[in-house]
Nanobody, 122 residues
Framework: QVQLVESGGGLVQAGGSLRVSCVVS????????MAWFRQAPGKEREFVAS????????YYTDSVKGRFTISRANDKNTLYLQMDSLKPDDTAVYYC???????????????WGQGTQVTVSS
């Protein structure tokens, strides 16, 4: 069973930066498209960003474009999300996910991590 473990969450002031990571084990990391999702209190989980298996293609939801950067290190089985210019509205539990293709990972990921809390104070 593929395992995804997120880390790097925490408390940061508005305007600050944070990088969350996701290590994937028991699976062929380099063959999966990867994505980040988030879920704020009282809201449904939403898509944030995705990256193709090679790292060449990326896709972002409009609210994070220009502020967040998704990347991956296939030699380390690790996915990253660099978050800059953070806003209180970015407060959420952030989940990484793995999927079969770049086209489907944003809506039908196959595997999920447990999540890491990111809190942005005003």
């Amino acid at each position: 069973q593929v395992q995804l473990v997120e880390s790097g969450g925490g408390l940061v002031q508005a305007g600050g930066s944070l990088r969350v990571s996701c290590v994937v084990s028991r699976g062929a990391f380099s063959s999966y498209a990867m994505a980040w999702f988030r879920q704020a209190p009282g809201k449904e989980r939403e898509f944030v960003a995705s990256v193709s298996w090679s790292g060449v293609r990326t896709y972002y939801t409009d609210s994070v474009k220009g502020r967040f950067t998704i990347s991956r290190a296939n030699d380390k089985n690790t996915l990253y999300l660099q978050m800059d210019s953070l806003k209180p509205d970015d407060t959420a539990v952030y989940y990484c996910a793995a999927g079969e293709s770049f086209g489907s990972v944003s809506s039908r990921p196959r595997y999920w991590g447990q999540g890491t809390q990111v809190t942005v104070s005003s």
